[in-house]
């Protein structure tokens, strides 16, 4: 072999190597269901905080979550997400500064929502949340036939549609989900956490379905260290289309300090320290003007396309608030994919990895 063959080689090599490095080992994936992008930038909302037909004590809440400025606001409500997040990692979303997100599925709802995140593309075929099995091929295949995640992936969710949209049938993918029976009783799926459910805190003043599935979602997570893990909320969105903007505030805020507690383990824990990507967002966003449209979501709803995420961690950059650029729900996946050195799909359909926020 003469000098320039092997020169090329070295390089080849050395660029296909690149191409494959790891930014990170582990990510958990969390969405807060339906949580709006006017909150999640802005705070509280002065004309949904002051009214009286949204909120029960009025007083108290304000003193809670008001301060006039924008910024102060937002980080009484999600503290994590601007205390944590925002400094040392990267969030898309905010438009008074042109970073835009959005959905590209043209339902607006959830099981449309996550089928896009886990698939890399919106199929409108997808046009229900009762829809069956999900026919898309996902990360969740993607990672269960790689053996290197072999037994290192999991969903816990509250709603009950998951082990439909990550087609756990076809894929064996462990999808833990409603961790409650029908008389409201805690119970642990298939895992032995014995006491965990005296664990639930109790922050909006009863026990949620989501204080639940956080605390067997860690629970989970510290015993096994699973690669890929996912935990998806839902009080956020159940709360806002029961009218409840109390509710829908104290379920957010609940949600970023479980977001607080998981990232203090994972950045305690000697397995995970340093080596995982913790990525927050939502599966769609909510109606704007209009005094009620903030309830609702949908194909027919003006501006429930926009959502956000928030990510923080290994191969994440840190730069805070993005002030340009237009994203998609669509590249997730695939960043998901790259994060692990993996190329999810050549497919034109798929979104491509969200590279601005990547190391
Ligand atoms: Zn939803």
Redesign the pocket.
């Known amino acids: 072999m003469n000098k320039i063959p092997s020169v090329l080689f070295i390089l080849c090599v050395a660029v296909s190597f690149a191409q494959d490095v790891p930014k990170t080992q582990n990510v958990i994936l969390v969405t807060f269901?339906?949580y709006r992008w006017q909150e999640m930038f802005k705070g509280a909302q002065k004309k949904l905080i002051g009214n009286k037909k949204l909120v029960r004590d009025i007083p108290t809440l304000e003193k809670k979550y008001w301060a006039d400025d924008a910024i102060a606001r937002r980080e009484k409500l999600t503290p994590f997400i601007w205390n944590t997040v925002a400094k040392q990692g990267s969030i898309i979303g905010e438009r008074k500064h042109s970073s835009k997100m959005q959905v590209t599925n043209i339902h607006r709802?959830?099981y449309p929502?996550y089928s896009e995140i886990f698939s890399g593309w919106g199929n409108r075929k997808i046009n229900s949340n009762d829809y069956p099995d999900n026919p898309n091929h996902t990360i969740w295949d993607f990672l269960q036939a790689d053996a290197s995640f072999k037994n290192k992936i999991v969903a816990v969710a509250t709603w009950d549609a998951f082990p439909r949209i990550i087609n756990t049938k076809r894929n064996g993918v462990p999808v833990y989900v409603n961790i409650k029976d029908t008389a409201g009783t805690c119970r642990s799926g298939n895992i032995l956490l014995q006491g965990w459910d005296t664990k639930c805190p109790a922050s909006n003043g009863f026990i949620t379905e989501d204080s639940l599935t956080y605390h067997f979602a860690k629970e989970y997570i510290v015993k096994n260290h699973p690669r890929f893990a996912f935990i998806g909320f839902?009080e956020t969105?159940e709360m806002a289309h029961e009218g409840k903007y109390d509710s829908y505030l104290n379920s957010a805020n609940q949600l970023d300090g479980y977001m607080q507690d998981l990232w203090n383990f994972i950045q305690s824990d000697p397995q995970y320290k340093d080596n995982t990507t913790l990525i927050i967002t939502?599966?769609?966003g909510r109606g704007h003007l209009g005094m009620n449209m903030w309830k609702h979501?949908g194909g027919l709803v003006f501006s429930s396309n926009k959502i956000w995420v928030a990510a923080i961690g290994a191969g994440i950059k840190s730069q805070g608030v993005l002030k340009k650029g237009h994203f998609y729900q669509k590249q997730i996946a695939a960043t998901i994919t790259k994060l692990f050195g993996k190329k999810f799909s050549d497919e034109q359909k798929i979104g491509k990895p969200i590279d601005a926020i990547l190391n």
Do not use: A, I, L, N
């Open positions: 269901d339906g709802f959830s929502g839902d969105d939502c599966d769609h979501h």
